[in-house]
């Protein structure tokens, strides 16, 4: 009788319980599917959140770096040996996997497109990169390479959102896949009418590429966590020196204001 009573009981409860679950993941679901729906929608919150001392990020990003980019853009500023030695690249693997044919180590990692053959095929000569982090920010080229989309219109084929009508194509499509960009038609009031502005929405993926998209953010974070590198290669040790400076300078204070009491004593 009482186990019948208990069972009577619960099982409201339990009722309850299993529909506030059920409900909970079916609005999680629903939420997941809109932001899936209307993705790059925030695409100006987008943050890189690279980090240069994390080594092995770094080095991912150079090798990035040599393989699709150093066809088009130079770091005129940065010699491989550096790069070598910053990176704890041995001089052979440096030499095999990341130098060009021909190149040295101790020359200046630059591109072996002319600059003429560049104007004429891009319109413009592709910029030198060495200080474009420093220049722009991490998240302006973070999200560069992340909001490139189809755009028949365009001689490259495509086209940007950081970057309207760039000269550059999408030279990471395959790993990234192909998207089109989404715009709704945003009206108005003015002065004798009205505007009409076409207004980013979201992305719709067209074709899947190689990488997935956590695998592919993670390729751009190291790229550009390699460009901040490059930007300012002392940086991480600055940083570092920074603070044994800032605890110098506090420990000279408080030695300086004993002095001061010290020789102040007998007035005061």
């Known amino acids: 009788m009482r186990t019948d009573l208990v069972r009577s009981l619960l099982a409201p409860a339990l009722l309850a ?9 079916a609005a999680e679901e629903a939420a997941a599917t809109g932001e899936a729906a209307r993705f790059g929608a925030d695409w100006q919150s987008w943050h890189a959140n690279t980090d240069v001392t994390d080594m092995p990020s770094v080095q991912r ?39 060009p044919p021909g190149d040295k180590t101790t020359d200046y990692i630059l591109t072996s497109m002319p600059a003429r053959d560049a104007e ?3 319109g413009k000569t592709p ?9 722009r920010g991490r998240n302006y080229v973070y999200q560069f390479l ?31 896949g192909l998207k089109r960009a989404v715009f709704r038609d945003v009206v108005s009031k003015a002065e004798g009418g009205f505007i009409h502005e076409q207004v980013f929405d ?22 550009v966590n390699f460009l901040d590198y490059v930007s300012e290669p002392t940086q991480a040790a600055r940083r570092a ?3 044994w400076v800032v605890l ?21």
Request: glycine share 6%; charged share 20%; aromatic share 12%.
């Open 202 to 223: 979201h992305f719709e993926t067209l074709a899947a590429g190689r990488l997935s998209g956590t695998e592919y953010d993670g390729f751009v974070r190291d790229t």
């Open 61 to 99: 990003g150079a090798r990035n770096f040599v393989s699709y980019c150093l066809g088009c853009h130079s770091l005129k500023y940065q010699r491989w040996s550096r790069l070598g030695t910053d990176l704890s690249i041995p001089t052979d693997l440096l030499q095999k996997d990341l130098v």
């Open 248 to 268: 110098f300078l506090l420990v000279f204070t408080w030695l300086a204001w004993l002095v001061k009491r010290e020789y102040w004593k007998d007035i005061h």
């Open 241 to 243: 020196l920074g603070v």
């Open 120 to 122: 004429s095929w891009f």
């Open 127 to 135: 910029p030198d990169l060495t200080l474009m982090a420093r220049a």
């Open 146 to 176: 992340k909001t490139f989309y189809v755009d028949p219109t365009r001689q490259t084929g495509a086209n940007n959102l950081r970057l309207p009508v760039t000269a550059m194509p999408h030279v990471l499509s395959e790993l990234e």
């Open 17 to 25: 319980c299993v529909l506030a679950r059920g409900t909970a993941l």
